[in-house]
């Protein structure tokens, strides 16, 4: 006898250079009723507050793991044919939010180079920027250099393209950041995904619950005119001082916050501590 044919699960992968409000996107889908990272984690969803970034799936069914209908993976370009080729997965569409390259390149920069200061406050006494970094002793060193993560994304995001049209699945196309400010447009590219029973009343108010555009702050942290230019050995010191000097502003705000929240405990702390004396004079007295 023959064994059974597998019969594939269908799914919604939301791929593409990341950075460009795919998260948010989980948040909203999740909102309308699709199964998500979050309706499978119970509110303990894994999430990065610093890098507004997470609810992030393997799409594939390995080691008895079913991942849920909505798959977020901005690596999927690196196992895009392994996806196609899995027996289990059967993807309705992918979902590609686009942004400027550019910008989908300095907010990953600026997000390396703030995660550096942090770990290594050394750095704050190099006079010229770090381009190079790594993470494993003796290991590989990678750029941080805004031009050579341009050409990552760029590349990853064709050889993504590429094998999708090839293999004839559906992909659509979301201009960011125009869907997190216009809910009709992010409601019109998409409905035909949506539960049929979600009114565009209903998606709008997800819309206004989910997305906030002053999120997207890379694009106002940019000067206008910011834009990676080649020397001619092929480097762009400029543009990663300018993007070190925004991930160290971020890095500044941080530690704003910590120390006020840590003024804050402090002052509840002493608080407490004046109640509990005055309660033990009394008892005394």
Known sequence: M????????????IAGTGRAGTSALVQYLNGVGLE????????????????QAGYEDLPLYTDGRRPPYVIKWPWAYQVIDQILNDPHI???????????LVDAAASRSIMQLQAMHQTAPWLSEIETPWEHWGTAEGGVIFSVNPVDQARLLAVGFHQLLWRLTHADVPVVLISFPRFLTDPDYLFAKIRNLLPVDVSEAQARDVHAAVFDPEKARTD??????????????????????????IALKRELKRLRREIE?????????????????????????
């Open 2 to 13: 023959h064994a059974p044919a597998t019969r594939p699960r269908r799914h919604l992968l």
């Open 36 to 51: 998500t990272h979050l309706s499978r984690a119970n509110g303990a969803s894994d999430w990065h507050d610093q890098a």
């Open 90 to 100: 059967k993807l309705d569409a992918v979902l590609v939010p686009m942004r400027d």
């Open 220 to 245: 106002r942290e940019l000067d206008g005119s910011f834009g990676p230019t080649l020397e001619p050995d092929g480097s762009d010191c400029s543009s990663t001082t300018v993007l070190d000097n």
């Open 261 to 285: 929240a840590l003024q804050a405990q402090r002052i509840t702390a002493s608080t407490r501590a004046i109640t509990l004396i005055r309660r033990i004079y009394r008892y005394f007295i």
